[in-house]
């Protein structure tokens, strides 16, 4: 169904939307949208960051005793 739909078609839908919500509600709608997905990539970067800390923490130091000293 949607793969009939054409440039023509999507013209049609563009300026329906335009007219039914008004320019600026559709702005800030897409203000909403960026903002949604900025907030979604600091929270997938801020859980794997997470991760890697948890992994760092529960890292072992494997240096034999009489090594640790020597620079």
């Known amino acids: 169904m ?10 049609l839908i563009a300026v329906v939307v335009l007219v039914l919500f008004g320019r600026g ?15 979604f990539k600091k ?13 760092a923490e529960t ?3 494997v240096t034999p005793e009489n090594d640790k000293d020597k620079v």
Do not use: R
């Open 25 to 39: 509600k559709i702005s800030s709608l897409m203000g909403e949208v960026g903002k949604g997905i900025t907030a």
């Open 2 to 11: 949607l793969n009939n739909i054409g440039l023509p078609g999507l013209l």
């Open 59 to 61: 890292a072992k130091d």
């Open 43 to 55: 929270g997938v970067s801020d859980g794997s960051k997470e991760l890697e800390d948890e992994q």
